[in-house]
């Protein structure tokens, strides 16, 4: 059997909130116990002590009881009964209701038939003759004196209290009138002060009622764009609170540091905590900064990303990329406030504060450039619709830095490796010097140029670098260029040297047009260097033979030597007075020069592979230590070696 289902068929009855007045509850003790006549104070006692007796839960108890008993037959009939109960007190309504307008219409029809005589009912119409009832005021018999007097005390009584209660309101609303006044006041105050101070001041896009400051540059991407709009929200007293809605409450910057040989060298300096933090200005200016360095950080992931072939890599809120072999740069973003992360190394020394400060100051000049970028071309009329979403490039924010460090890097080197090899040449007695011209791709923007300075430096450091170094070698007319190259926004990638040789005696040897590792470019540049001594070796040789032409016999047995296989930077010598043959062996590399005399033998003709030799007869070496004890030059050497 289904469960037993109750279903209200009169309406709740609502306790008031208010006790019923005097005659409503004369009117139902009249109907639950009759006339006052009938009751007494026996008989309340008696009602009293037998509800007392009575349990509460008995008549729930019959009633569930009789539910259960019922079945769905007597239920359904019980629920048609009741239908017809509601149903009957509807029509009971309705028909008292028709009888009402009736009876007025009725009367209405004395003074106005034709309007009354439409709403009348057709029995009435027929039954009664229109106007055949009227209505009369009835004066009321005159009252005593002294109730009209007790009538006007009450009145008038009744009319102060009113007043009183009513002046107590409007000073109560005067009192919050000037509190609020003061405090709206003070709102705008304080609105037109953030005004005043040049920040934009508008309505709230999705609360128009609302006031907000936009904070962020209009240029940035449409992530940090819509977080630059912060609300102007109104304390209790009045003063202004900047609600950022989702944007970190405490100051954040990025973080660059340096790392040497493995140990952190060098950190950028956070910027100082505002000393206005509590002001409005303050609160916006933190507000500016922070999300300014957050599209920094932003910007610096999102261009990592491409980067990875570079060397660059990411992990959770790191950036890191090599400079060089020994050097590593490391961005993060902190907190200004936090002294030092958990995880954090310990920083060893701060010999590269400088530059993790000036490659701070560089990003952050980058991100500004690209916003002026995206306002130069928002100005412009815009390309052709494509039914293609355009991919929004990364900001070359990164890979600058990245290109001037690893240029410096290289340049410092190919500078060292050029001062190491002139103190070995001048310490041979050779005198080598070279030029260098760091960096002469950057050049000084020219005043009468339309970009203005500050994007004019920019664009040039954006430009791929470019170094150039030359050297005059030994031997006249000969010298070589390095052009060194770095670029590392479009292909090729990184670094490479370009080298150009000017050897008359060599005509044939050129080097690669790019060369890309440093060691391969030292074992290219002493090669030619080596060249150029085994040249300025056979020249000075067959200069002095002429000279001695004709001289004393004693001079007769010099040697005269030439490059028999100059690649090995071997020279061969053959006296015409005793035929006994020499060979000269010379090697270059970036610290030493040295050279080596043999006497050989076996030789079937002049320039052919060496069968046998005899031991070292002498040999001198010149190194660019400049506390070297001093040594004859090379030219001197030879010159001993070369007499018999």
């Known amino acids: 059997m289904a469960e037993p289902f109750n279903l209200p068929l009169r309406p709740l009855v609502k306790k008031q909130d208010r006790q019923d007045s005097l005659p409503v509850e004369i009117a ?37 009881k009789s539910s259960t008993d019922l079945d769905t037959m007597e239920r359904m009939e019980q629920l ?33 038939p034709r309007q009354a005589e439409t709403s009348m009912s057709a029995y009435l119409k027929q039954a009664v003759p229109l106007g055949s009832i009227n209505g009369e005021v009835v004066e009321l018999p005159p009252k005593p004196e002294s109730v009209i007097q007790d009538t006007k005390t009450v009145s ?41 101070k040049g920040w934009k ?26 977080r630059a709009l912060a609300a102007l929200r109104r304390d209790g007293d009045g003063s202004l609170v900047l609600d950022k809605g989702l944007a970190p409450s405490t100051a954040r910057a990025v973080r660059v540091r340096v790392k040497h040989r493995g140990q952190l060298t060098g950190c950028s300096r956070r910027p100082p905590p505002a000393s206005n933090a509590d002001t409005i200005e303050g609160r916006i200016l933190q507000a500016r900064d922070t999300l300014f360095e957050e599209e920094l950080f932003h910007e610096l992931f999102r261009e990592a990303r491409i980067m990875g072939s570079q060397g660059v890599t990411t992990r959770r809120n790191l950036v890191q990329f090599p400079t060089s072999d020994e050097q590593d740069i490391l961005i993060d973003l902190v907190d200004i406030g936090l002294e030092a992360l958990p995880d954090d190394e310990q920083i060893t020394s701060t010999e590269h504060n400088v530059l993790a400060d000036a490659l701070g100051h560089s990003i952050r000049v980058l991100l500004t450039y690209a916003h002026r970028q995206n306002l130069r071309r928002r100005t412009q009329p815009p390309p052709p619709l494509t039914p293609k979403r355009r991919h929004t490039p990364e900001y070359n924010i990164l890979r600058p830095i990245m290109a001037y460090l690893q240029h410096s890097s290289h340049v410092r080197w190919l500078e060292s490796f050029m001062k190491d090899t002139s103190q070995v040449l001048q310490s041979a007695g050779l005198g080598s010097e070279f030029t260098a011209a760091p960096f002469s791709s950057v050049r000084r923007p020219s005043p009468d140029s339309s970009v203005p300075k500050v994007e004019a430096l920019v664009q040039t450091f954006l430009m791929p670098s470019e170094s150039i170094f030359s050297r005059k070698l030994a031997t006249a007319q000969s010298s070589f260029h390095v052009r060194v190259r770095t670029n590392v926004v479009s292909p090729p990638f990184g670094t490479h040297y370009e080298i150009s040789v000017n050897m008359p005696q060599y005509p044939s040897v050129q080097p690669p047009s790019r060369i890309g590792l440093q060691d391969e470019v030292s074992r290219v540049l002493t090669h030619f260097i080596m060249l150029d001594i085994l040249s300025a070796i056979a020249q000075n040789s067959s200069a002095t033979e002429a000279e001695n032409i004709g001289t004393q016999p004693k001079r007769e047995g010099l040697l005269t030597w030439e490059a028999a296989y100059p690649h090995h930077g071997e020279l061969l010598a053959r006296s015409k007075a005793t035929g006994q043959c020499r060979k000269m062996k010379v090697s270059m590399s970036r610290h030493n020069l040295m050279a080596e005399t043999y006497h050989i033998r076996g030789i079937e003709g002049f320039g052919q592979r060496i069968v046998d030799r005899t031991p070292t007869l002498r040999s001198q070496k010149w190194t660019s230590d400049p506390t070297a004890p001093k040594q004859p030059s090379l030219m001197e050497f030879v010159a001993d070696v070369s007499k018999e």
């Open 80 to 112: 048609y009964k009741k239908r017809a109960e509601i149903t009957q007190f509807a029509l009971q309504a309705h028909m008292e209701t028709l009888f009402a307008l009736d009876f007025v219409s009725l009367l209405l029809s004395k003074y106005t």
């Open 201 to 226: 001041v508008c309505r709230l896009p999705r609360e128009r009622q609302a006031l907000g400051v936009q904070y962020g540059f209009l240029e940035s991407t449409p992530i940090f764009r819509d």
């Open 28 to 64: 139902q003790i009249n109907a639950q116990w009759g006339s006052f006549r009938q009751i007494s104070e026996n008989r309340l006692r008696e009602k009293i002590e037998v509800d007392k007796s009575k349990d509460p839960w008995s008549d729930e108890d019959e009633n569930e």
């Open 156 to 196: 008038r009584g009744w009319r102060l209290q009113n007043f009183k209660s009513a002046a107590n309101k409007l000073l109560d609303c005067a009192s919050r009138l000037d509190t609020e006044a003061a405090s709206e006041t003070r709102y705008w105050d304080g609105v037109l002060g953030v005004k005043e």
